[in-house]
């Protein structure tokens, strides 16, 4: 089973408030990975957990929190949602060594909308 | 830093006619990979080609990769209604991070 599930589906927010979207996978991989998608435009890395290590990209650092309480489990935290928030956030996980270390294994995504 | 800041082509064809898609990165990569992404799903991964191989052929796709101008392409073949999909190239760092690149809306009308 190759299914990484995201909740919720769909996610309405108030500006100012947080938001914390959840992520799980049972394929025992050790990288999980959030992507921010905004329509017409290309995935972007928000952060990633390299099992119990968070690496977050330079320009979204202050923006973003994420918690990995066990391996097939991570989320993504936003403290205080504003309206540039409002995209399609994207967990993927993948497993580093092995045939198929590259891939990556993406979640059906839970789009985000700050009202 | 990333470039998916890039807004999507569109490309819109007829069912049974071929079509290539371009990509350019700019990081250096030893590993591109063509993601599809269907309405409604999360990407998933088409085809993935190394820095020593100049194409890789699975199915109807064709990769092409070009290290010396850090582009890619992928072809289809013989394209169906239900190609119908954005699609995407990555490049892997080191650390097995992916980086999208542009991405091609890509509509077979039937």
């Known amino acids: 089973d190759t299914t990484v599930k995201q909740n919720p589906r769909y996610k309405l927010a108030r500006v100012g408030k947080p938001v914390n979207l959840i992520c799980s996978q049972t394929?025992?991989?050790?990288?999980m990975y959030w992507y921010q998608k905004k329509p017409n435009q290309a995935p972007k890395l928000l952060l990633f957990?390299?099992?119990?290590?968070?690496?977050r990209e330079a320009d979204t650092f202050e923006k973003f929190q994420s918690s990995r309480p066990n391996n097939s489990f991570c989320s993504l935290y936003i403290g205080s949602a504003g309206l540039e928030y409002s995209a399609m956030y994207l967990c993927?996980?993948?497993?580093?060594?092995?045939?198929?270390?590259?891939?990556?294994?993406f979640g059906s995504g839970t789009r985000l909308t700050v009202l | 830093s990333q470039w998916g800041e890039e807004n999507l082509q569109a490309l819109s064809i007829q069912e049974g006619e071929d079509v290539t898609m371009n990509c350019s990165y700019k990081?250096?990569?030893?590993?591109v990979q063509w993601y599809r992404q269907k309405s409604g799903k999360g990407p998933a991964q088409l085809i993935l080609?190394?820095?020593?191989?100049r194409e890789k052929r699975s199915g109807r796709l064709r990769a092409t990769l070009d290290t010396s101008s850090q582009s890619s392409s992928l072809s289809i073949t013989g394209t169906l209604a239900t190609d119908t999909a954005v699609y995407f190239c990555?490049?892997?760092?080191?650390?097995?991070?992916?980086?999208f690149g542009s991405g091609t809306k890509l509509t077979v009308e039937p």
């Open positions: 394929m025992n991989h050790d990288t």
């Open positions: 957990y390299y099992d119990k290590i968070l690496n």
């Open positions: 080609i190394r820095s020593n191989e």
């Open positions: 993927a996980s993948s497993r580093t060594g092995g045939v198929f270390a590259e891939t990556l294994y």
């Open positions: 990555a490049s892997m760092s080191n650390y097995n991070v992916l980086y």
């Open positions: 990081t250096y990569t030893t590993v």
